[in-house]
């Protein structure tokens, strides 16, 4: 684990700079009588009331593909999020009414500091964010190339330490079938649940995203705070995040629930291991009209193919 130092945790007052900036301009707008009572409210509470805010963000080249980004209307209105239905349209029409804010994720199991920590509180010792421009090749045999903004997983990780009994890390989505239309129907068992192994999440590539295209994450791409795992297929990249739990045993996933002859729990990007009921070694990329030849690792191996080391991966699929 990356020595990092410590960072505050939750519950610690919020003495952060842009904060205090943030209420000093609202003092001295107040005072020049610039807002009415009402829009004064949300500005003393800046974390109550705002997403996260974007801020200053550094591009991360060495890490980020130099291909043609799929363009921002594509990304953010092709998408798959089945808690607002199926349709790669559904996300985009329905999502928008999610409620984001406040927000607040659980780091549980076996770390040394657990707790629930409200969202500003979790991202904000990981400004300024990096860019990534990550591809993203779902399953389903279509990927995009999608510029992220977020930090590494490992580094959120670090800071709540975990003990050395955490071998996996399990994810878990928002629980809302109120807001959330695809939960009240048995497309899946809800909520969505995925996990890695803990030298996956660790890997530098990992990133836990909250923006993309320079802004805050929209909600059909899974605001406030989703996982991304590049080298593996879209599905492990779960989206809008309550809970973070660090554990002994193997997470029992969503889609391997499912289906598990056809979704294992590693799902690396494999051209050479087909999906049960189709071909996975081309794909499209969206926006092109050709197939292309999909990469092992999605295109990754310098980064994470150590990490499989004499496995069998059509076994470990
Ligand atoms: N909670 C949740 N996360 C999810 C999904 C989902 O249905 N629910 N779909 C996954 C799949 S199959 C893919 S391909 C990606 C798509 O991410 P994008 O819509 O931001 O491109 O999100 C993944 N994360
Ligand atoms: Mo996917």
């Not at 989703?226 to 660090?246: A, E, N, Q, T």
């Amino acid at each position: 684990m990356a020595s990092r130092p410590r960072h505050p945790l939750p519950n610690d007052p919020v003495t952060d700079e842009v904060v205090y900036r943030n209420r000093r301009q609202f003092m001295q707008r107040a005072a020049a009588g610039a807002f009415g009572m009402a829009a004064g409210v949300g500005l003393w509470h800046p974390l109550a009331h705002g997403k996260v805010r974007m801020g200053e963000t550094i591009a991360s080249k060495q890490l980020s593909t130099d291909e043609e980004r799929t363009p921002r209307q594509k990304v953010t209105h092709y998408n798959n999020f089945f808690e607002f239905g199926t349709g790669k349209s559904d996300p985009a029409e329905h999502a928008g009414s999610l409620p984001t804010e406040p927000w607040s994720v659980a780091i549980e199991g076996e770390v040394a500091r657990p707790g629930k920590v409200g969202l500003e509180d979790l991202v904000r010792p990981h400004r300024p964010f990096e860019e990534r421009i990550y591809r993203l090749r779902c399953v389903e045999g279509w990927s995009m190339v999608i510029p992220w903004l977020g930090f590494p997983l490992a580094d959120l990780l670090a800071r709540f330490e975990p003990t050395s009994q955490a071998r996996f890390v399990e994810f878990t989505t928002l629980y809302d079938p109120a807001h959330m239309p695809g939960q009240r129907r048995d497309v899946l068992d809800w909520p969505y649940v995925e996990g890695l192994r803990i030298d996956e999440a660790t890997n530098p590539l990992t990133l836990l995203a909250v923006g993309l295209y320079g802004e805050v994450l929209p909600e059909q791409n899974g605001a406030p705070i989703r996982l991304v795992v590049p080298w593996k297929y879209g599905f492990k990249s779960i989206k809008s995040i309550v809970r973070i739990r660090l554990t002994r045993d193997k997470p029992v996933t969503t889609w391997h629930k499912a289906a598990p002859n056809e979704y294992g729990f590693y799902a690396n990007v494999n051209p050479n291991v087909p999906h049960p009921r189709w071909s996975q070694a081309t794909e499209r990329r969206i926006g092109d009209i050709f197939q292309r030849d999909t990469e092992m690792f999605n295109g990754y191996g310098e980064h994470v193919a150590h990490l499989y080391k004499g496995m069998d991966l059509k076994k470990h699929f």
